[in-house]
């Protein structure tokens, strides 16, 4: 059994990352010109629209922010998620043979440097995704996604391969 750990961060520091404030920016944009652009007569209109977009910036925050995982457990049958809901303790068993795994960048404009890798493991029932709030390093991502091929015995296919080169060419560059 291989067991990786990430960094452990609580439902507050989810709740005030990087992801929620720029929620918070686009709700506010979108606020300023929705009192901008409603007249005088029409303002109740306007206060109701700003009611709407907050619960729906609060209800995207909490959604986005409630599971975190940092602890998978790799075996020959299955592997153990562990993390946190919210902020109670959660663990989830899958077998190794009805799960797929797909490893993502999300891509930035300040170039390799500025990206960062997640994994998506997709099961019959459910789906989780890894280093949502990055808490693995790359190599970290890199080594979960490796041994996950390893012991559900599939070969590395040319999208994942290329994928797998942008984080060593992080690795290299941006150390």
Do not use: H, P
């Amino acid at each position: 059994m291989i067991t990786f750990e990430g960094a452990y961060k609580n439902f507050k520091a989810r709740i005030f990352s990087e992801k929620s404030f720029i929620y918070l920016c686009v709700f506010l944009f979108y606020s300023y010109f929705i009192f901008i652009f409603f007249e005088s007569d029409l303002k109740y209109y306007a206060y109701c629209l700003e009611l709407v977009f907050f619960i729906l910036f609060i209800t995207i925050t909490i959604y986005t922010s409630k599971n975190i995982i940092d602890k998978i457990s790799i075996d020959e049958n299955n592997i153990t998620l562990s993390g946190e809901e919210f902020n109670e303790n959660w663990e989830k068993s899958l077998n190794i043979k009805e799960t797929n795994i797909q490893i993502q960048i999300n891509a930035s404009r300040k170039g390799i440097c500025g990206s960062s890798f997640y994994l998506k493991i997709k099961n019959k029932k459910d789906n989780y995704i890894i280093n949502s709030f990055e808490t693995f390093s790359d190599e970290g991502i890199m080594q979960i996604f490796n041994e996950f091929k390893k012991y559900k015995n599939e070969k590395i296919i040319i999208d994942e391969r290329l994928v797998i080169l942008q984080i060593q060419e992080k690795l290299e560059k941006c150390q």
